[in-house]
């Protein structure tokens, strides 16, 4: 039986996030600055070290310092995280759209698969957003019925660890941490490249154009 | 006097009794529909001041306060109005403290006692009013706004709270106690009307307001950061549609990598088994089992020659009870020959049944409970019976007779 500090540690360096919707022991054991300590100096060894995001409701492993095989390594995961990223957003608005909350997804919601596809499949305007998003290559789906695109979507999502299936059973997904973590690069990339992506969207409301 | 409002309430309640549809409907659907009721009723409701018409060319409504009484009673979420007119009530307080006071140096006892009954209704009234306001927010709260869809009207709502909040807590700054206490004087009902009770309500609802407050600024908060990120995420698509060759920069070429683009790449990979290690032997040993077996790449051994396979007949058994059976039949089948009534022990004792009586009865009495109920109408069954003769209500069946009616 391993201890929790060696599940921690195995974790986060296999790439792993964790967050309190993933697994809530390991998050807490990192919480405390003790731990945390023990797992930082561990990582330490390894050129790495432990990073929060989303104010704190993640943790991740990052490099330490960076040479230029770490450099290789981060500007190939940066193209991987940019060309997710219309993907991602896009499925986002298209589940707050299809939840008819105007709640956008955080860490911890619910989203329930049939419901969801219920919503989509009596509306067509989702039923065709669905499609553009489910042959993006990060999806890959090749199914023509909007059950198997939304299936091939929520299983490439629990892959990457944006959702969780608690229950095994029951078509029930709980957003993770992950996903701050995701509103947390749109954020950055906003601010420092002065996008001013809030005040276009605002604007773009105003003049009733539809998004 | 008394009798009389009694009388008059009574016939109040028991005509919005016997209209309740009518009410239901205004409240309901804000109008009543004319045309489905008989307009005397409809006159009717309008003298007793329950529907009133706004003005000649509009339909009849619901009175305020019958509404405010059903929403109230049904807990209605459409009840977002706070009533906080505390200034005026302060004002009727003190005007109906000066009349009992009068009234009591004047040694009018009856008066100054109908006066104080008032101020008591008019105090509790203003503390429920109170609390009211403040239940309503709470459960405005609790809900989450839940009754408008989009964040925006969330946040109207919101504010519109806050706004009752701030209205609240100014009117609640007109209570001077001192000067409460000093209208009171030395009464000591008026004191305890007056100072006591209003002052730990006033103390109760203050300290709810201030958590009604905090909860309605977190709310705003979480409203704001989720209209916050709708915006992010749609000003995103905006963004990409309106520059479809747009890329971020690449911070990962930068000399301070921010820690967001900083994620260490995987290197635990499974580790290999050891199979010298006693302890996992057990578990490997059932890994091994779980292989399947690849069958279609083994050679196979050929199959065995045909052979001739004799069939034999099986040797009839023959049950007592098919033989039993059989001679229920023939009895039936002799009833309905001869159409005549016969006695099932005289056709056993005829054709000489080798079977016990009581077994040949009960199958009688067996075969013509099994017939279809259409089949059933044809015969007639008798049972001749006798009491025991030890227990009482027990019979004994001792012989059925059958005819074909």
Same mark, same amino acid.
């Given at each position: 039986m391993m201890t929790q500090q060696g599940q921690v540690l195995e974790t986060l360096l296999s790439g792993g996030f964790v967050c309190r919707i993933s697994n809530e022991d390991m998050f807490n054991f990192l919480q405390q600055p003790q731990t945390a300590q023990q797992i930082e100096n561990q990582l330490n060894i390894l050129n790495r070290t432990l990073t929060k995001a989303a104010d704190g409701e993640v943790f991740y492993a990052s490099y330490l310092s960076l040479a230029d095989k770490e450099r290789a390594v981060l500007e190939r995961q940066f193209k991987e995280i940019t060309a997710n990223l219309l993907p991602l957003v896009e499925w986002l608005l298209l589940v707050q759209e299809s939840t008819g909350q105007d709640v956008p997804l955080s860490q911890g919601s619910a989203i329930r698969l049939n419901e969801l596809q219920t919503t989509i499949e009596d509306t067509p305007a989702l039923l065709e957003q669905l499609g553009k998003i489910s042959t993006f290559p990060l999806f890959g789906s090749t199914s023509k019925t909007a059950d198997g695109q939304l299936k091939q979507v929520f299983k490439r999502l629990g892959e990457l660890g944006y959702l969780v299936k608690?229950?095994?059973?029951?078509q029930i997904y709980i957003a993770t941490g992950k996903l701050e973590y995701l509103y947390e690069v749109i954020r950055f990339i906003d601010e420092t490249e002065a996008l001013s992506l809030t005040e276009q969207a605002e604007a773009a409301m105003q003049q009733g154009v539809l998004l | 006097m008394k009798d009389n409002i009694t009388q008059a309430g009574q016939k109040l309640l028991r005509a919005m009794a016997r209209h309740s549809d009518i009410i239901m409907q205004a409240y309901v $659907? #804000?109008?009543? !529909? =004319? @045309?489905?009721? @008989?307009s005397q009723v409809l006159e009717n409701l309008q003298n007793l001041g329950i529907l009133w018409r706004p003005d000649i060319e509009s339909d009849l409504r619901l009175r305020r306060i019958v509404r405010a009484l059903l929403e109230e009673g049904l807990s209605d =979420?459409?009840?977002?109005?706070? !009533? +906080?007119? &505390?200034g005026s009530a302060l004002a009727k307080v003190t005007t109906l403290v000066a009349h009992y006071k009068e009234a009591c140096n004047k040694h009018r006892f009856t008066e100054a006692e109908s006066h104080f009954a008032d101020l008591t209704e008019l105090t509790y009234a203003m503390i429920d009013s109170l609390k009211q306001g403040v239940r309503g927010l709470w459960s405005r709260i609790h809900k989450e706004f #839940?009754?408008?869809?989009s964040i925006d009207a969330k946040i109207r709502e919101n504010q519109l709270a806050q706004q009752q909040v701030t209205d609240i807590l100014s009117q609640l700054e007109m209570f001077h106690f001192d000067n409460l206490a000093q209208e009171a004087g030395s009464n000591r009902d008026l004191r305890r009307l007056l100072v006591v009770t209003l002052q730990s309500n006033f103390a109760a609802v203050t300290q709810e307001l201030s958590l009604v407050q905090a909860r309605l600024n977190e709310l705003l908060g979480r409203f704001r950061e989720f209209q916050g990120r709708t915006r992010l995420l749609k000003g995103f698509v905006l963004h990409i549609e309106q520059q479809p060759d747009y890329n971020p920069q690449n911070? +990962?070429?930068? @000399?301070q990598v921010p820690s967001v683009f900083n994620q260490a790449q995987a290197i635990i990979q499974p580790a290999a088994i050891d199979v010298r290690n006693a302890n996992h032997e057990a578990d490997l040993a059932q890994i091994v089992g779980r &292989? $399947?077996? &690849?069958?279609?790449?083994r050679n196979h051994t050929p199959q065995a020659a045909a052979q001739t396979v004799k069939i034999e007949q099986s040797q009839p058994v023959e049950l007592i009870e098919n033989k039993i059976r059989r001679c229920v039949e023939d009895y039936f089948c002799r009833i309905i020959d001869t159409g005549e009534r016969l006695s099932a022990l005289d056709y056993h004792i005829e054709h000489q049944l080798e079977f016990d009586h009581e077994a040949w009865i009960y199958q009688v009495i067996g075969g013509y409970e099994a017939l279809p109920s259409n089949d059933k109408a044809y015969f007639g069954l008798e049972k001749s019976i006798k009491d025991h003769p030890q227990f009482n209500g027990n019979k004994i069946i001792e012989d059925v007779s059958l005819w074909f009616s």
């Open positions: 608690p229950n095994s059973e029951k | $659907k #804000g109008a009543v !529909d =004319e @045309s489905l009721y @008989s =979420e459409r009840n977002r109005q706070v !009533d +906080a007119n &505390i #839940g009754y408008v869809a911070y +990962a070429k930068h @000399s &292989i $399947k077996a &690849i069958l279609h790449l």
